[in-house]
Structure formats: C-alpha cells, structure tokens
C-alpha cells in the first residue's frame, strides 16, 4: 500500500510543488536531482524495509488460518441490532461477518475459514470488570450498534499480534474506553497534528511529538499519532456497522497514505534499539522505530479488511458523497487540507479496493468523477493550508542588475505568474557556474538568485528562484528554489 521506490518519492516531491514550479521541469538538471535525492534517501531506506517487513507479514497472515478469539473468561450470546432507529439510514452495511486480518487481503470476496462472529455479544472478563468501571455499562451511544460494555469486551477479542496494547485496560491510552476527556485529548491532539502537518512547505517533513506513558513495563515514549491511531481503529474493529466508528477510522487511515505518511517522521536517536532520547535512556514502547511501524501496518490491515468487506459498497459511496460536499464547501483552509487527504485515503484503500467495486458502474463512475475534480485542486489546497496561519517575512535586501537580465527575468515572471506577478527581487549580480562532474568539466549552465513578489485576493506572498540560463544565453529557465515555497511578506 506504499510505494517505497526512490522514483515515487521523486515524482511525490516535484508533484508537491506549487503548480508553477513545474514549468520546465525536465530541464532541472542533475545537480537538482542529487540534492533530491539526499533529502529523502534515508527515509526511502527505511519505507524499503518496512515494505520487505510488509511482504514477510503477509506470508505469516496467510499461513495463520483460523481466528483468535480467546475469550478470557467471557461468554456470548445472540445479539440483535441495537442502533437507535435515528442512526440506521447511517448504519454503515448489514450484519456480517469481521473479517480476520491474519488471512484476508482484503480484497477477496471469499473469505472462508477466517471470519468471527459478528453477531456475537461478548462480555467483558472478571479482570476487566475489576479494572475497567466502563465495562459494564450497557449503553449504546448514537452512532454505535453495539453497548460500550460489548466494545469493552470486544477490546479483549483483538488479535495480540495485531492489537499488540494487550490487555487493552492495562493500556487504557491506547483505546476510547468511553472517558470524554480522553479521547477530546486525542481529538485535540489529531487536529493539532494536521495543523502542523498542514504548515510544512515542499520537501519538508513534521517530526511527530512524543508522550510518555505509564505502562506495564514502566514509562516508555509513544509518538502522539499512535494514541488516535490504535484507538480508532480498535473501535472500528470492535464496532464495523458503527457511523462514528467507521469515521474516525479513516481519519485514522490518513497516516497511512503513502504521500501523506511521507509528511511526518520518527525521530530517533537509535531507532533500532528504540532508544529515543539516547542522554535520558528514554525508550520507545516497541523494540525498534521498524517493529513499531509495521505493527502499524497490520493494525490498519486489520482496519482494512472490515471497511472492504463488511461495510456495504452503498455506505462508503454514501460517505464520500457527504465528505465531497463538506470540502466544496469548506471556507477554513486547515479543515479543508483534512478533508482532502481523509477523501484520498478513503478512495485509495477503501472504495476502490472494496469487494463489490466496479469500475463501469455509473454511481462509482460518479464518485470517480467528484474525486478527479478535487484532485485538480490539490496545489491550492496545500498552499492555502500553508500560508493561512504563517507570519509574514521581511523582503530581502536587493541588489542592481543589467537592464537586458531584469527584462528577461521580469517577462519570465510574468508569463509564468500573469496578473499576480508584482515584482523580482535579484539576491545577486553575479552568475554562478555549474560544471559537469567530469573531466573536461564543462560547464552545464548558469545560475541566479531571485525572490519574486505575488499578490493574492489581499495578501503579497514571497518565492525564490533559481534564474538558469546556458553558457551561450541561448536557454533560459526560471525554476522555484528548491524546498521554497510561498510565504506572506510584509511588502513594501
């Protein structure tokens, strides 16, 4: 589910920049491609590793038939719906049966041998009732089909392997064990993520804040997404037919996405010891950064595998219509980058890969339709996220140049920019030289510094520039430095 290849992470960085930054594209020489390259070679190393550790989890899925379901003391009984009546027009399908993870790739429509019971009614532990003051309670909140008390219970029927927080109410951070002050903590927390994220110009990474958590074990160190991530989906597991459950977990799912994953980062001082903080010994809850990743996988596989077979086709297409018309008519430019990649991911993992897709299918066609609409509007989307909470900078100092250069320079700004061009500010007069590698060492072109001036509805935004021309001027190019990005100027 993510590309790992130093191609897709090349074709993700240039497909990031603003719109106007790929004019000329192919022209960007190799100079600009090995400074590519660097930035993101480490974290290509690592996705590579963890698709092998992906490939090998797979081929221990297929070989682990079967279901656990131990049951630790608890009993099950015949269950029927018990959604409020206000919530079935939202009930996310019918009763069916959860799909295992350990067996199903989610996309099978046969899936023999490795379901569970999704009409059974478990009932919490002796442990768990002592524990945990929720398990018992019988109700069933709007948007949920099953009492908290059977969600507790269901905590306790998750896979260890994949659900590794275990038991769930020894790790009660790492679940929606119905506290409202918790999970407005991890909403909180996920919306304040999206903002940062949302914040980071081309080429640039978030690198995700760590909480230290009581467990079992000790204090041991958790990234801050790992919180909403394990608990959402757990919920959704324990509750498919559930509206709320099913959106939180793709809100969820948006750390997953492939470009979206690429904007946030482990920081580790020795993430294959999972030493976090090597001068404090702080340790992170897993093994190593790897092992904690792809425990992250599995998880959203687990996920997966419900949202494609046991949430009916007419609720995702339900789904996604809603979340189409909220982005079309969302005024905040941070909620709206949100929906953006929420829409993605649900359309990447989920619709397109569910059991009952068919492409030629007029209603699909249509989904199909809205989604290509919104993607075309990609660029605006991440730059109003971008600049709608940044401070505005001061102009650089500019120096004088030829009259030939600024005329060139300003016809290639305006053609390129039309009526948001204002003005260009050269950084220097002087053109640097850069040669071929080898012998003869030739020179390939050369290069000058600018900043360019925009105004957009009431705000002058800043850019810089590599202005490139070749040895006998015969080429010239105007190319956004790279990993710059538009930002408000206070211009005068």
Not at 111 to 132: H, M, R, W
Not at 374 to 387: H, I, K, P, T
Not at 398 to 424: F, H, P, Q, R
Not at 464 to 480: A, F, L, R
Request: charged share 25%; hydrophobic share 35%; net charge neutral.
């Amino acid at each position: 589910m993510k590309t790992k290849s130093i191609f897709l992470v090349l074709l993700i960085v240039v497909f990031c920049m603003p719109v106007q930054a790929q004019i000329n594209v192919k022209k960007l020489g190799s100079q600009i491609k090995r400074s590519a390259e660097q930035q993101v070679e480490q974290k290509v190393k690592e996705k590579a590793a963890r698709e092998t550790r992906k490939a090998l989890d797979k081929g221990e899925k297929k070989m682990d038939q079967g279901v656990s379901n131990a049951t630790s003391g608890g009993s099950s009984t015949d269950k029927k719906g018990v959604a409020d009546d206000s919530q079935k027009k939202y009930n996310p399908g019918v009763e069916a049966p959860a799909v295992d993870p350990r067996a199903s790739d989610g996309n099978s429509k046969d899936n023999k041998g490795v379901e569970t019971n999704n009409k059974e009614k478990y009932t919490p532990s002796a442990q768990a009732l002592a524990a945990d003051p929720k398990a018992s309670d019988q109700t069933v909140e709007p948007g949920f089909t099953k009492s908290i008390s059977e969600i507790h219970a269901a905590y306790e029927q998750l896979d260890p392997k994949v659900f590794t927080y275990q038991p769930y109410y020894e790790y009660k951070d790492f679940y929606n064990v119905h506290d409202k002050s918790t999970e407005d903590f991890r909403v909180r927390e996920f919306n304040s993520l999206i903002a940062n994220i949302a914040s980071l110009g081309p080429l640039n990474y978030y690198p995700v804040n760590y909480l230290k958590i009581k467990t079992p074990d000790g204090n041991l160190l958790v990234t801050m997404d790992e919180l909403f991530r394990n608990a959402w989906t757990a919920q959704f597991v324990a509750d498919p037919m559930s509206s709320e459950a099913f959106d939180k977990f793709t809100k969820a799912l948006m750390f997953g996405n492939q470009i979206f994953e690429a904007k946030i980062y482990y920081e580790m001082d020795n993430p294959d010891k999972g030493v976090v903080h090597a001068k404090t010994g702080e340790l992170l809850i897993a093994p190593s950064r790897s092992i904690y990743e792809s425990r992250q996988d599995r998880r959203e596989e687990a996920g997966l595998s419900l949202a494609r077979n046991v949430v009916s086709m007419d609720y995702v297409r339900t789904y996604l219509k809603d979340l189409f018309k909220q982005f079309n008519t969302e005024t905040d430019a941070v909620v709206k980058y949100k929906l953006y990649w929420q829409i993605d991911a649900v359309m990447l993992d989920i619709f397109r890969k569910h059991k009952d897709y068919n492409s030629s299918d007029v209603a699909n066609r249509q989904i199909e339709a809205s989604y290509s609409a919104m993607e075309s509007q990609r660029m605006d989307v991440e730059s109003d996220a971008r600049l709608s909470n940044a401070k505005p900078v001061e102009m650089p100092k500019g120096v004088s140049i030829d009259a030939a250069t600024s005329a060139k320079v300003n016809g290639m700004a305006k053609e390129m920019l039309g009526a948001e061009y204002v003005k260009t500010i050269f950084l220097s007069s002087k053109w640097s030289e850069f040669q071929e590698d080898k012998y003869p060492y030739r020179v390939m072109h050369l290069s000058l510094p600018a900043a360019v001036i925009v105004k957009r509805a009431d705000k002058y935004l800043m850019n810089y520039y590599d202005i490139t021309k070749s040895p006998n001027g015969g080429e010239w190019n105007m190319m956004v430095k790279m990993g710059s990005s538009f930002q408000p100027v206070n211009y005068k």
